[in-house]
């Protein structure tokens, strides 16, 4: 997608759109799987298939994935992982702070790998539904504000700001 930074171990479709590739996407995605595990060990827990699996789909992506759309992928690496499983996984990934979760303005929640610096918060195209990644500190300012003003935390990383993409712009007459 069109401006969208990407996860510094997933893959590329199209040259020059990824930064950080380790060696390659199946390399990436092994030294992926590996520092989960380790994440994942670190915590008394292993690295199941489910697990794998749900990390596969996403370094391969390497965009924003609806669970079906992940459920649908690791069902085509191993179908016999179970819905229940990936989303099961899906929290534990976002728990551990490897993926992150949003609500768009076109239905369910969207899942991404998070890479450096971390969570960030996001933009959703109205016209064509494309998400963009926005710098993490944009709303620092307005959080600030709304707790100073109204005591309340605010979370922007979890909610996808909605406006157009300048695809959509452009395009239009």
Do not use: K
């Not at 390399?27 to 590996?34: C, I, V």
């Not at 996984?89 to 991404?112: C, D, K, N, W």
């Not at 971390?118 to 494309?130: M, R, T």
Request: charged share 15%; with cysteine; net charge positive.
């Amino acid at each position: 997608m069109a401006g969208e930074r990407r996860h510094p171990w997933s893959p590329v479709r199209g040259a020059g759109r990824h930064t950080g590739v380790v060696n390659g996407a199946a390399a990436g995605t092994q030294a992926l799987l590996h520092a989960v595990a380790h994440r994942f060990r670190l915590r008394g827990e292993r690295m199941t298939r489910p697990r794998r699996a749900v990390l596969t789909v996403l370094a391969r992506d390497g965009g924003h994935l609806s669970a079906d759309a992940i459920y649908t992928g690791v069902a085509a690496l191993d179908p016999a992982v179970h819905r229940a499983s990936v989303y099961r996984t899906l929290e534990a990934l976002s728990e551990l702070g490897i993926v992150q979760h949003l609500h768009g303005t076109h239905g369910g929640a969207a899942y991404h790998l998070i890479g450096t610096p971390g969570a960030h918060v996001h933009g959703q195209c109205g016209a064509c539904g494309v998400v963009v990644d926005l710098p993490a500190d944009l709303l620092d300012d307005v959080a600030a504000r709304v707790a100073t003003e109204a005591g309340f935390l605010l979370d922007p990383t979890h909610v996808a700001l909605s406006g157009t993409c300048a695809a959509c712009t452009s395009a239009r007459p």
